[in-house]
């Protein structure tokens, strides 16, 4: 191979190397081995145990975070039963109202299009109040080929961005947003 050709080689392959290296990565950065922090990701997922959950809210169960250290609990709808179920019972029969739920969805950290959008979702039947439900029913489609929709990530960022923020919704921030749900439903039912 001649100078010229091995030349342009080699300037082609330092070129390659350059832009190749991925975003936000100088050619400095990659040879030190300095980590550059990654970028968030653009679609949210959920791990494998929130996606049990979101199977559970489609089949019409509301699984919530108990008293315990983090202890997950399922209520179906309409059961009763213990005292700690007793929230969940009662907001089977009584809808949150889009202001309440609006409220909810500002501790969260949801803008005004977030609030907007989310409600607008979640309200199925569009009659200003939010059932168990619609609310299950609006978490089920975080699972499967629905979870890429705006609603569906839009409901995922707001789990994530009150937990850790990583790109994936974890089984304890998944059940954080449906309990702060349960917790609004059995207030407005005066159970809380």
Do not use: C, H, W
Request: net charge negative; no cysteine; proline share 3%.
């Amino acid at each position: 191979m001649s100078p010229l050709l091995s030349g342009l080689a080699s300037v082609a392959s330092l070129i390659f190397n350059a832009t190749s290296g991925g975003p936000g990565k100088s050619a400095a950065s990659r040879r030190s081995g300095a980590d550059v922090e990654p970028e968030p990701s653009a679609v949210l997922t959920l791990s494998p145990r929130a996606e049990a959950l979101a199977g559970f809210a489609g089949n019409g169960i509301l699984v919530s975070q108990g008293k315990l250290e983090n202890a997950l609990g399922a209520v179906a709808r309409g059961s009763a039963g213990s005292a700690a179920n007793a929230a969940s019972a009662a907001l089977s029969g009584r809808p949150v109202s889009t202001q309440d739920f609006q409220e909810l969805l500002t501790r969260f950290g949801a803008d005004d299009a977030q609030k907007a959008q989310l409600t607008a979702g979640f309200d199925a039947d569009k009659d200003g109040s939010i059932t168990q439900d619609e609310f299950l029913k609006g978490l089920a489609k975080t699972k499967g080929v629905q979870a890429g929709s705006d609603f569906s990530q839009a409901v995922m960022q707001l789990m994530d961005r009150n937990g850790n923020a990583d790109g994936s919704v974890a089984d304890k921030e998944f059940a954080a947003f449906s309990t702060a749900f349960a917790a609004t439903g059995a207030k407005r039912a005066g159970v809380a």
